[in-house]
């Protein structure tokens, strides 16, 4: 009873006077203050009417060019790797890659800078040589399955999209081949946690974000045929460069044996080299073989051949310089 006496009735002839002796009490530069907020909400909101009418069409028409492209590219897909994990949707590769070039370029050395760098030496020499030993089942069952055994062409191979055995068995070796190339991502992380920041460089985080990259979209609309080699030949390369890392773990006593690390840089610019004349070999024998993909390998061994080839004579100088 008592709160509901507190309840004044504004219906009452006396408290409507009272109300209204409160509004009419405002001076008029508050009434006009208000009148004139009161006109910018309403113009404001007619600009955001006004904008919303004239580009949702254009929204609309981009959203549908979007789906339209997407639709597009995954009808071109192999059907073979609908729905796999990490090869359905580019959306996750990405968001892969975009993680991997913002934690060591940014967050990373952000969250390093006042801690001691971890010792991880254990963990890295088991990494290096667990990569060895993938790298090398990954190079044997490439050539075993293509060039060695596959009757693979050297000089134009097309991609064999069948349900044969010999091609689903190479489809599925190339999804763990993208495995692995995401692993090595962890090269940049390891280099983060232990405070080698300056081997962080612009080759390194390229090649790696390039080829997790490369082998996805190898993997998700062309897998097989001239493609193949570069993993195969790749895959042989980092038999050396991680056998070298694991070497050179093991201290002084035998470090001073691998006088032949500047070769390993040389064996790289090879090995780009001849995959380009690989690459190109099907813009001349035609073979059925998707030259999209050799312009891709064209382009990306040129431009990790010219970035290699500076990091090798710039580090050969101070080699120079030093003795």
């Known amino acids: 009873?008592?709160?509901?006496?507190?309840?004044?009735?504004v219906s009452q002839p006396g408290n409507t006077d009272r109300l209204n002796g409160v509004r009419n009490s405002r001076s008029p530069s508050e009434l006009a203050s208000r009148s004139t907020k009161a006109g910018r909400r309403s113009t404001s909101r007619s600009i955001s009417e006004e904008l919303?009418?004239?580009?949702?069409?254009?929204?609309?028409?981009?959203?549908?060019?979007?789906?339209?492209?997407?639709?597009?590219?995954?009808?071109?897909?192999?059907?073979?790797?609908?729905?796999?994990?990490?090869?359905?949707?580019?959306?996750?590769?990405?968001?892969?890659?975009?993680?991997?070039?913002s934690f060591v370029t940014t967050v990373g050395p952000h969250w390093m800078r006042d801690r001691?760098?971890?010792?991880?030496?254990?963990?890295?020499?088991a990494y290096n040589l667990a990569n060895v030993f993938c790298s090398a089942f990954?190079?044997?069952?490439?050539?075993?399955?293509?060039?060695?055994?596959?009757?693979?062409?050297?000089s134009c191979q097309t991609v064999d999209y069948s349900d044969s055995p010999n091609a689903l068995a190479l489809t599925r070796l190339a999804w763990w081949y993208l495995l692995l190339k995401i692993a090595d991502l962890l090269d940049t992380v390891f280099f983060v946690l232990t405070k080698k920041q300056s081997h962080v460089t612009v080759l390194h985080v390229a090649h790696h974000s390039?080829?997790?990259?490369?082998?996805?979209?190898?993997?998700?609309?062309?897998?097989?045929?001239?493609?193949?080699?570069?993993?195969?030949?790749?895959?042989?390369?980092?038999?050396?460069?991680?056998?070298?890392?694991?070497?050179?773990?093991?201290?002084?006593?035998v470090q001073k044996y691998l006088w032949w690390k500047r070769y390993i840089t040389q064996i790289q610019l090879?090995?780009?080299v001849g995959l380009v004349v690989h690459a190109v070999m099907p813009l001349f024998v035609r073979c059925g073989f998707p030259l999209f993909f050799s312009w891709l390998c064209i382009g990306e061994c040129a431009f990790f051949f010219l970035m290699f080839f500076q990091f090798y004579r710039k580090s050969y100088k101070k080699l120079v310089k030093d003795c």
């Not at 709160?3 to 004044?8: I, L, P, T």
């Not at 001691?116 to 020499?125: R, V």
């Not at 490369?214 to 897998?223: E, I, S």
Request: charged content about 15%.
């Open 1 to 9: 009873m008592r709160e509901r006496a507190n309840v004044r009735d």
């Open 138 to 154: 990954f190079a044997v069952q490439f050539f075993r399955h293509t060039y060695f055994g596959g009757g693979y062409s050297w």
């Open 52 to 101: 919303r009418v004239r580009f949702e069409p254009s929204k609309q028409k981009t959203m549908a060019l979007l789906e339209d492209g997407l639709r597009y590219l995954s009808s071109l897909a192999d059907p073979r790797v609908q729905g796999w994990p990490l090869v359905d949707s580019p959306f996750t590769v990405i968001s892969v890659v975009a993680v991997y070039v």
């Open 270 to 272: 090879i090995q780009f």
């Open 210 to 253: 390039m080829v997790v990259g490369t082998v996805w979209l190898v993997l998700k609309y062309a897998c097989g045929g001239q493609n193949i080699l570069t993993a195969a030949v790749n895959s042989c390369v980092h038999v050396i460069m991680y056998g070298y890392y694991f070497l050179s773990l093991l201290g002084p006593s």
């Open 116 to 125: 001691k760098p971890y010792n991880l030496k254990p963990l890295i020499m």
